[in-house]
């Protein structure tokens, strides 16, 4: 498939990453030449550097046959523009914008773009896919990553396990055979904060590993106890910033059909005031989100979550320290620069959502387009989640588990038959045409991954 990329930032970069990885035909565009040399670099793409809505600069990237344009620029207008060059001027069949102004995404503006037009085919917000990230870290509060799958019915985790974890040095095979009815699986583990891999059965789990778990939702919580983990309902939230971002997650709790009373912290009261005028049941109060006083009027000792959604990383960290200090029990930071991520658990962080990895995973999502339904990206681009359908040309239609030669870094998590039951994936469980899988893959096996769904370029 021969893709362009139009922005080489850190959501460019990575989308490029992953297509050349899996032989794709890439070529990345942007008007910073330093950033396109780090490109060329690094991977294996070509580079242009010129402005991605000139024409002439589409063109020398190849814009007349290329199958798919993605317009993931700093400027949500750059984006439109190019994707509507490529429209009426390249007949590009596919094209993925990333708009941030919410003013753009209004649903009552929904006919913005149809082909006749602004020619959009995806329009992605990474402040909507931020906030639902952080809805979904409420909901698993003991987790450190959480995606879901199967329209709802299965939940990723990413849970750490303490020394008084209950299943510490139990061969996994084992645990199967001790919660026989819980449907989960153990699909990657992080020992010692080095390499992730996929277990093989007779692994067992060590105080520290980090583990990526696969459940059915209906068994969540039980899943979180049996790691070890307490599971505590989120009644009381305190949100620290009230952007895009803070806005939006204060919507999603409103619109939540959990109860959960919400107060939000803005320094700028400018922002305070619009966040005030747009919610119906969350308390705005204006002021610093670092300020010990104003913390303690907005009750951070008695919240369940703290989440610290400002657009600054440094103040994301120090306030979510601030409230654990004030007594808040579980603090969730939003962080860009992946370089602090291992600050998180000597500072006392529990989890924290990654706006470039949220918008990776939903372009990726759409990138594979065919039967691939949801793909989520896991850590540093190391490994994903692929939930696709399995079709009748697959190699895996037919035969059990077992006998499917799957790569070694690469495990099926769930499955869902035909009906909508989701069940665990076992050895002799069989995979039938039409079934949808989960299958957790490092990224050196996605090809092999892929190959087995057989979901190739004809599929596009």
Known sequence: MKVIICGAGQVGWQIARHLAG?????????????????????LDVQGITGFASYPDVLERAGAEDADM????????????????????????PRKIARLRAQSYLSAVRADL???????????????REVAQAALRRLRAPAAFDVEEFMDGKVQFLGLQLDEDCPVLDTPLRQLSE???????????????????????????????DQVYILTHSDDLNRTQEIFGKKVRKQERVVII?????????????????????AKMIERDRKSAERAAEALERT?????????????????????????????????????????????????????????????????????????????VSSILRHVRHGRVRNVYSVGDAEAEVIEAQVLSTSPMTGRVISEIDFPEGALVGAIQKSGGRVIRPEGS??????????????SSDIPEVERLLQVQVDFF
């Open 241 to 261: 910033g009230g952007g895009n971002v803070g806005l939006a997650v204060a919507e999603a709790l409103e619109a939540a059909p959990e109860r959960i009373r």
């Open 69 to 92: 344009l993605i317009a993931a620029t700093h400027s949500d207008e750059v984006n439109m523009v190019t994707c509507q060059v490529a429209h009426s001027i390249f007949t590009v």
């Open 283 to 359: 308390i705005v109060l204006s002021g610093d989100g670092l300020d010990i006083d104003l913390l303690r009027e907005a009750n951070i000792d008695r919240a369940d979550a703290v989440l610290t959604v400002t657009d600054d990383d440094k103040t994301n960290l120090l306030a979510a320290v601030r409230a654990r200090a004030a007594g808040c029990s579980k603090t969730i930071a939003l962080i860009n620069d992946p370089t602090l991520v291992p600050l998180l658990e000597p500072l006392g962080i529990d989890a924290y959502v990654n706006p470039r990895q949220t918008t």
């Open 22 to 42: 899996e032989r794709n035909d890439v070529t990345v565009v942007d008007n910073n030449p330093e950033l396109v040399r780090r490109a060329t670099d690094t």
């Open 429 to 442: 469980t069989r995979i039938e045409e039409g079934d949808v899988v989960a299958i957790f893959a490092l």
């Open 178 to 208: 001790l919660f026989s009815t819980l449907r989960a699986v153990v699909v990657g583990v992080r020992r010692q904060n080095r390499r992730l891999f996929a277990p093989d059965p007779g692994d067992q789990l060590k105080a520290g």
């Open 113 to 127: 773009y149809r082909r006749d037009h602004l020619p959009i085919d995806v329009v992605i917000s990474p402040e």
